[in-house]
């Protein structure tokens, strides 16, 4: 189906959240590269993502769904369509039996906060996780031997046929992936915690947030660029293959953590992706290892 920018103006008509035309996507991802997306939605509420939604899908127009855009690099020649910041969707609920209802725009670290206030622990790690909860889910992120989805009891996402909540043992997830539909939305989840003390759970945070900062590569990255090889760490094959500090433009294989990529000042994507490139060729050339990207890659070139 082909769609047209008078499709676009429709989708976007009488929503209440924000509308951005030709929106540079260097402003919404950490890497701070990529083109523009010809239509940027961020929905207030999901009242107003459905009905934004349902004209986008009838009139056939792409869509991405980001969150932070921590683990996303779009092309320099941006995105054709729209995306879509589900930031609006940022509710939280406490629930009976320690557990919590997160909306999707929930922020991990205002998600960690809340439950610290509610004096629920299993969820400190993602403190030390940049992004939106609904993107954590995607990624099924982890840390400090936490996993998004470990604490899941249900998730909600939406499909074309209308909002789905499935318990965890029927959703398939692993190392950094859950199993989505294209097109499907995450839209939250609901939390099984622990009751654990205040005192205890803050000093968690601390522990992580101090051991992150020793990490810091000072410039935008998307944190880890390659999953790691079964049994294998990333940043040491790269470092291995000699490519600690190499540059392609303005983009650098970090000095600090070789398995991220940073934009050292005016970086392009396109610097980046060349230089992802060469760090695969060199690694298998010099382990066998093939490196998969864990950053999310979208747009065009
Ligand atoms: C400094 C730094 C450190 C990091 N450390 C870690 C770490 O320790 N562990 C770790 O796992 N990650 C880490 N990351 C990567 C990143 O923070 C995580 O992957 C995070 O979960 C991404 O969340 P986001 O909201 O920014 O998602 P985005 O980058 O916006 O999106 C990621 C992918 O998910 C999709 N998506 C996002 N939200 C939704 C939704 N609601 N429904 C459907 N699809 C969606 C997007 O289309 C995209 O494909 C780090 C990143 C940085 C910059």
Known sequence: ???SRADLEQAAQGMRGTVL????????????????????????????????????????????????GYNLLVRDGGIRGCVVSLKGLNTMEPLPGARLEVGAGVTNQALT???????????????AIPGSFGGALTMNAGAHGGETMQRVELLTTLRDTGVLVRKRDELEYGYRFLRLEPGE???????????????LIEENIQEYVTKRGGQRVGFPNAG???????????????????LRGWMIGGAQVSEVHTNFLVNK?????????????????????????????????????
């Not at 880890?224 to 000699?242: C, H, M, T, V, Y």
């Open 1 to 3: 189906m082909t769609w």
């Open 265 to 301: 000042g005016g970086a392009t994507a396109a610097d980046l992706l060349t230089l992802a490139e060469l760090i695969k060729l060199r690694v298998q050339e010099s382990s066998g290892v093939e490196l998969e990207e864990e950053v999310r890659i979208v747009g065009e070139g």
């Open 113 to 127: 906060r809340f439950a610290a206030q509610q004096c629920l622990g299993g969820v400190e790690f993602l403190s």
């Open 185 to 199: 939305i995450v839209l939250g989840a609901r939390l099984r915690l622990d009751p654990v003390e205040r005192r």
């Open 21 to 68: 035309w030709d929106e540079p996507m260097s402003r919404h991802t950490s890497l701070r590269v990529g083109g523009p997306a010809d239509l940027y939605l961020e929905p207030a509420d999901l009242d107003d993502l459905e009905l934004a939604l349902a004209r986008i899908r009838s009139a056939g127009i792409p869509y991405l769904v980001i969150g932070g």
């Open 224 to 242: 880890s660029f390659f999953k790691n090889p079964p049994g294998e760490s990333a940043w040491r094959l790269i470092d291995e293959a000699g």
